[in-house]
């Protein structure tokens, strides 16, 4: 599918300017995506707590990634006001404790592994080219305006 710009897929998600942490969206399809970001190497990231950006910080990265994924496939985006929650986090693996020093782009590609009505789990990796930084497993949740979870 086309890549998105982060004007574009910035309507799938609810935050802020400076919290939408994804730069592009460069390739997608119904059960996989990857996104590209350089967001963290700017000084003012929301994440930074006293100049730091924990690795930690790149389960927000993937959510995002999750998050524009099932905005993408299920056709929701800001129109239709669907807010999402992260769920459980499993089988997280750390190879590096934080962001600094790391001036290439990041690669966030997340892989849809079972879907059910409004709620997803995702298997996802956080890269710098071909180096795990980062990965794990992840659930999303959907509730539309219309319903009362």
């Not at 996104?35 to 910080?57: A, I, K, V, W």
């Not at 990041?106 to 709620?119: F, T």
Request: hydrophobic fraction near 40%; proline fraction near 3%.
């Amino acid at each position: 599918m086309p890549a998105l710009t982060k004007l574009e897929l910035a309507k799938f998600l609810p935050h802020g300017h400076n919290m939408c942490l994804l730069s592009s969206v460069e390739d997608w399809d119904e059960i996989s995506i990857v996104c590209f970001t350089s967001t963290h190497r700017d000084q003012d990231n929301p994440l930074r707590r006293h100049g730091t950006l924990e690795m930690l910080s790149g389960l927000e990265y993937a959510a995002q990634t999750m998050g524009v994924h099932v905005g993408l496939t299920q056709n929701i985006s800001e129109h239709n006001a669907s807010i999402g929650y992260l769920g459980a986090i499993r089988d997280i693996q750390v190879y590096c404790s934080t962001f600094q020093q790391i001036p290439e782009d990041l690669i966030i590609e997340a892989k849809l592994i079972l879907e059910q009505p409004m709620s997803f789990i995702y298997t996802f990796s956080i890269k710098v080219l071909e180096n795990i930084l980062l990965q794990g497993r992840a659930s999303i949740f959907i509730q539309g305006t219309e319903t009362n979870l």
